[in-house]
């Protein structure tokens, strides 16, 4: 989390300084979600993710310098510089992507988790239970293909997990103004799996339920979908002026930081020290 | 309907005996004509599957054709009784290939509408889902944009999807995923990810099928880059740019038209393939080359037909490879006959005849004796009525009309 954090602070200096081109969206303040999540997976499971996700990369396992060449469109990225930050891409850790438009990448995961279940009974690879793990927002919860996929993968028990990382805004559209129903950890009983919903600035609480999500999916059960609630500290990308937020929402949620919070929780069950934390810090 | 049944059954004649081509001795069982055009060496050059047999000896367990060159008519009577090959339609030549790709390659599986317990719309996959199991002949529920991008991960991750579009005109919902994920996903990782994805399915102007039905989408996939499009024809083709596009590692989008799918001709037994950048001779000529494509193909050779009667020798290539063109076989032509007719099914405005036109004169200007001509479809949705709809698509009377005006 913290080098996520430290990352996506220095994408933004660089940014500002006209290093780092185009379009650039960071996560801080989410970072939680990536990493209870993904630290849990085995190399072979694949996630897909929108474009807010530098730090879900990492997690998987991807070197921040092979990312951060690939922000700044150098050969040595980890996709040659052709793909960018909205495209990152890693085939030996099972990243199968970051899209741009959003949606996009939840039949890829599905797709993913397809293969996985016809390995285990075509292929008769019996021990092959990857599991596939799906990142996007609240605004995607309104587009055709994520029903269209919560839809299929309970229909074939697909092993995925469908993660909404619901930061309450797409770019300046409020997620009440823009969804009927807004708790969306609902629609998944509708579909046939269960719903749930976290807190998605406790890494801890995201861990818990990730475990029984990825678990039943191993198992050949079918999908979860898990809603972490969430918030992006900056505004979508660089490029937003992020007027439209409330001041006192931000505030709320900054008091919630996810590093703080772990943090106090580590020193206050004695499970590191100040110093210990103060030497994560340094690297 | 009885037009295009005539044209069908000169067509079949025409194609009959493709297993003559090229220089291997091992199949000459009938006689074999030598062909005006041998180009030798470009004919064995395998781009789709990088695998040339020249070897006449020793019969390896898959020795591919990977050209498919068609005979003048009259080929009927130096015919046999025990031809070689057998008999089929166009839509079980496609059947056959995919049944066969999917034997040897359990990593090959179909996804669709109505492809599994059904059988398919056009019964290309009919029979399949009982020999296969319904995991490897997937019914999909009506989604084209995320079944497509289901397949294109799956593709990715090891697996190669076979997708089909019920209709071709119904892949518009999947635009998306096929533009942004099949096409571009093997460029924007780096070159990390392959995409060996076939998508397929009928398209065309049917018969009076109204206006959503009769879509022509090649003119709209055309730009995507990153992807491959193929046209088949006749079952020989069928069947062989079926087997090529599921061994290529690329995305294929392989155009089937909802006439051809009752088209009957002989093939080989053996195993073969057709290299999917490749035009194929359909007619050689001497004064004007026509260039065309699936359906419009048998309109040309009706118009042929005629023209030879006529006393014009009209040299016609089916380009069967929409995307990139067999510049090679379409230059070799153009620097021979001086004249171009491009006979398409798609609409003028942007289509594939337009390209075309684009490609020749930017390569080929200097070998024009005229300018290049093109019909194509009105630049209209295509109407319910029979006789409206006879009128958006190009007629053999026009094909003949053209040539005549080109080679004056």
Request: proline share 4%.
């Amino acid at each position: 989390m913290v080098l996520g954090r430290a990352f996506e602070d220095k994408c933004a200096k660089m940014y500002y300084d006209r290093k780092m081109l185009g379009f650039v969206h960071l996560y801080n303040g989410q970072e939680a979600v990536s990493t209870g999540f993904i630290r849990l997976l085995k190399q072979q499971d694949s996630i897909v993710c929108t474009y807010r996700d530098h730090v879900q990369a990492l997690s998987k396992g991807l070197s921040a310098r092979a990312v951060m060449s690939e922000l700044l469109g150098k050969a040595t990225g980890c996709c040659r510089g052709q793909g960018g930050s909205m495209h990152i891409f890693s085939r030996k850790h099972n990243m199968l992507g970051r899209f741009a438009f959003i949606g996009e990448g939840i039949p890829i995961a599905t797709g993913a988790a397809f293969t996985s279940k016809y390995k285990r009974e075509v292929l008769k690879e019996a021990d092959c239970g990857h599991v596939s793990l799906t990142f996007f927002g609240d605004g995607t919860c309104n587009n055709g293909q994520f029903y269209e996929c919560l839809n299929m993968a309970a229909l074939w028990k697909l092993p995925i997990v469908f993660v909404v990382e619901n930061n309450l805004w797409a770019i300046g559209m409020s997620h009440l103004r823009a969804t009927s129903v807004p708790q969306i950890y609902k629609k998944g009983p509708a579909f046939g799996m269960p719903g749930v919903h976290v807190d998605g600035m406790d890494v801890l609480k995201v861990r818990e339920v990730a475990k029984e999500a990825i678990g039943r999916a191993r198992r050949g059960e079918g999908p979860t979908l898990v809603e972490c609630e969430t918030y992006r500290f900056r505004g979508h990308s660089l490029a937003d002026p992020d007027k439209l937020r409330d001041p006192a929402e931000k505030a709320h949620y900054a008091a919630r930081d996810p590093i703080t919070a772990l943090k106090k929780y580590l020193i206050e069950n004695s499970l590191a020290n100040e110093a210990d934390l103060k030497a994560i810090d340094k690297r | 309907m009885a037009a295009i049944f005539q044209g069908v059954g000169a067509a079949a004649a025409l194609s009959s005996s493709p297993s003559n081509s090229f220089g291997s001795k091992k199949f000459v069982s009938s006689p074999c004509r030598p062909f005006s055009v041998r180009k030798g060496a470009s004919f064995a050059v395998v781009r789709s599957d990088g695998r040339v047999n020249l070897n006449p000896k020793g019969r390896r367990a898959q020795q591919l054709i990977s050209n498919a060159v068609a005979t003048k008519s009259d080929s009927a009577a130096a015919s046999s009784s025990s031809k070689p090959g057998h008999e089929l339609l166009l839509f079980e030549a496609l059947q056959e290939g995919l049944e066969e790709e999917m034997e040897r390659d359990l990593r090959v599986c179909v996804m669709g509408e109505d492809v599994g317990h059904y059988g398919g719309s056009y019964k290309v996959t009919k029979g399949l889902a009982k020999k296969f199991g319904d995991l490897r002949v997937l019914d999909t529920p009506i989604a084209e944009n995320s079944f497509s991008g289901m397949g294109i991960g799956a593709a990715m991750t090891g697996l190669r999807p076979v997708v089909e579009g019920m209709n071709m005109g119904f892949l518009l919902l999947a635009f998306n995923q096929i533009s942004n994920n099949g096409g571009m996903l093997h460029y924007t990782s780096g070159g990390q990810f392959t995409i060996p994805i076939v998508i397929r399915g009928p398209g065309g102007v049917g018969r009076q099928l109204g206006a959503e039905h009769s879509q022509r989408l090649e003119s709209y996939f055309q730009s995507i880059p990153g992807i491959q499009m193929v046209a088949c024809s006749t079952p020989y083709n069928a069947k062989g740019l079926m087997k090529a596009a599921i061994r290529s590692e690329n995305p294929v989008i392989l155009f089937e038209h909802v006439l051809l799918y009752n088209l009957k001709e002989r093939i080989p037994d053996e195993d073969y393939i057709c290299n999917l950048e490749e035009a194929e001779m359909v007619r050689p000529g001497e004064h004007v080359t026509i260039l065309t494509y699936s359906r419009m193909r048998y309109h040309v050779m009706q118009a042929a037909k005629t023209l030879v009667n006529k006393g014009y020798d009209p040299e016609v290539i089916d380009i069967r490879s929409l995307k990139p063109f067999d510049l090679y076989t379409i230059g070799n032509s153009v620097k021979k006959t001086h004249r171009v007719l491009i006979v398409e099914e798609c609409m003028r405005t942007g289509g594939i005849g337009a390209s075309l036109i684009a490609a020749i004169t930017e390569n080929f200007n200097d070998y024009l004796d005229a300018p290049i001509m093109c019909l194509s479809s009105q630049d209209v949705p295509t109407p319910y009525a029979g006789t409206l709809e006879e009128v958006t698509v190009v007629q053999p009377a026009q094909i003949v009309t053209a040539v005549e005006q080109l080679c004056q």
